[in-house]
Structures are given as structure tokens and as C-alpha cells.
């Protein structure tokens, strides 16, 4: 067989370059990946060398010679470069294979029908070469699409960078994103240790599901610090981030709503913030800045939030362990009931009374009276600037009771302090 080969071989070289073009039609009929990526005399040459390594290869087969693989690799990895499919390129080779045994048959009965018997032992050997030639072709491809997603995904995440750390102008990253330079756009930051789940989070640059229309397009950045999700909101409400994030089971918090890219790291700053209002126990939570403002003020002005702690609450704070829990525990349920005595004595499991009398304690302990506006914002924002002192659990009050149900009708919002 190998004699054959070499008296046909002027023949069998003329006749794989119209095999090439014949399949080259083939290929970018049926596939137009190609000829978006090559063009039909690229993609002429590339099945050109195809088809001569497959026919090298079984000569060098033949002759008990181990097939040479460089070049099927370097195949893989350039088309894998240049992003052609690997189906596209695995349906082409084999097309090609079906194609070069019919040339090398045909080459044959031209040179010799007497020799096709002979021919037929080599099918078995040509088969065995293409096998070889199409895994290396494979194995090639998916290293260089790995090495290629993984400088996208740190392309995109360096990107993202840029746009929540403000790092430059936002024009350029914005548009590399597929974000328009003018929208609504939000920024969402997850407490460190989130745990992805379902759903969750995904590469960086992770635009989500593009099928789900009814969602928010996601762009996710995770770092050692936590993960951060750019929201392009589109027509959808602010609060829709809150049912994206539910799943994820997280602590979080959410920015406002910001129109322009160049924006997006003021609002990944205020979503830190948002982030902090959240309570640290109790369980998940998705904290939207603009819901928990008198917060966010209290926890962006440390030096000044202890200074609050101190003017206005300090002689609760002076208490022993369990007087301070209880009064404190008191005011925040009183303040989460809006003010009414009745349902934070449901929710404290004690009586009305009870709830009254020590509101008027710590209304004598600090100077404040819970019927004055004014004094109700200072022991509010003073309560705040406790409880995001997470780090100090002397000064943190305990949980407070679950709800024990409705507020009986006709309960009303009204200061424990008696008419005088």
C-alpha cells in the first residue's frame, strides 16, 4: 500500500486540492460560523492542510511511524482563538475524513483498478489516524478556549474594577460591558462569606441568563472583600433587586438608583454603607439605602455616632448588663412599632404597663421625652449608632421577641409619657 501511495502521490495532491474546494462550499453552506471567521479561501487552505495531514498520516502509519500531531494541535488552539465553535470544527474534520478516503480511493482505481483490493486494509489504518489527529485537534481546542475564557474573565473583571472603583473614565469599560451610557443602574454588595447558591453569582462579567428577560441583566464581581452585583435595571423597579438577591440567602445592601456609569462607584461606596445598616444576627437581609437612611447616616460618621451613643443614651449604656438590655431592647421594639406601647408590649411578651414604665425610666435617664419629636430623632439615631456597634457586645441589646401577632384594632401611636 505504501508503494501505491507513493506513485499516486502527484495525482492525489492535485485531486485533494478540488476535494478541499468541494468541501469548502460544503462547510460554509451548512455552517456560516466559518465564513464568518475565515472566508471561504481561508477556509479553502485550512481544509487543504487538513486533508494532507490526514493522508501524511496514514503513510507515516503505514510504515509503523507514529503520526505527527503538531500541526492538528496548532489548528485547535488558533480556530479556538479565534472563537470558531468546537462542533463546527469537529464536523468539518470529520466530513473531510469521509471525503479523503474517497479521493485516496478514487486516485487509486485511476492508477491501478486492479490495486482497490489492496486499498482496503488501509481503511482501518486511515480511521485510526483520524482518531488521533481529531483528539489532538480537541484536546488543543479546549486548553486554548480555557486559556481564552480565562483572560476574558479577568478582562471583564478588571473592567468591572474600573467602573465600581472609579478608576478612569467609565466610557470605555462601559461599552466593552454592553452598558449603555445612559440608564438605570444599581449596585449591590454582599456581605464577605455569602454563599452562592442557586443562581448566584457567576464569573465576573456574568451578564446571567440572557433568556430571562424578566430579570435585570447582572454583571457579577466576586473578590476577596465580597461580591459586588452592577444591576442594569432597565424598567424594572429597585425593589426587583431585593427578589434577585432573595435566593442567594445573603446579607446585603443596595445602592439608589444611578443613571450614568460614571456613577457606579459613588454608588457601590453608598451600597457599603447600605451594607452596614443590615443587622449582623437574625438571618438574611437586603438592605436598600434609601429605606434605612437614618442609619446609613449613623454608620458613615463613626467618630460622630460614638459621640451620639455617649451624649444621648450614655447613662442607659452606664447600667448594669441586664437594665441596659431591657431599656434599650424597650426603645428599638417601641420605635420598629411606631411608636405604639401596645404592640411593643405584644412583641415583648410583657404588659402595656410594663413597656410604659420603663420608656418613662429612660426617659428620666436621659432627658428625653419620647412625646417630643425632636428628642424621639436623637434616641432613634442614638439607638441606631448601638446597634451597629457590633464589635463592642457590651453595648449591643439582645434580639428582640418575634411579633405575636396583630395589633388588636383600635391600638394608637401615642407616647408613654401620661397627659399631664
Known sequence: MERIIEEIREDLSRRITVTADRLADRTLAEDPAYAALLGRAGLRERIRLDLRQSVEGLERALRGLPVELADARATGALLAERGLPLASLLRARRHGGRMVWQTLGEAVAAHDPAALPRLLPAAAVLW????????????????????????????????????????GPADGPAAELGLPGHGRFAV??????????????????DPGDPLDA???RVLWRIRADGETALVELGHHPLESVRELLGPLGARAGVSPVVESPGDLARARRLAVLALRTAPASGGPCTALLDERLPSALVASQAELAGRLRQVVLGPVLGLP???RRVLLTTLGTWLTCQGSTTHAAQRLYCHRNTVSNRLRRLERLTGRSLADPAH???????????????NDPATSPAPQAPPAGPTPAGTVRRSPRPPA
Open 188 to 205: 449591590a454588595v454582599l456581605a464577605p462569606g455569602a454563599s452562592g447558591g442557586p443562581g448566584g453569582p457567576g464569573d465576573p462579567g
Open 128 to 167: 485510526d489516524v483520524l482518531e488521533q489527529l481529531t483528539d489532538a485537534l480537541s484536546d488543543a481546542y479546549r486548553r486554548a478556549e480555557t486559556a481564552r475564557c480565562d483572560r476574558e474573565r479577568e478582562h471583564r473583571a478588571a473592567l468591572l474594577d474600573a467602573l465600581l472603583d472609579g478608576a
Open 376 to 390: 424621639v430623632v436623637e434616641l432613634a439615631l442614638a439607638h441606631a449608632a448601638v446597634l451597629q456597634r457590633v
Open 321 to 323: 448588663a441586664e437594665d
Open 214 to 216: 424578566k430579570a435585570p
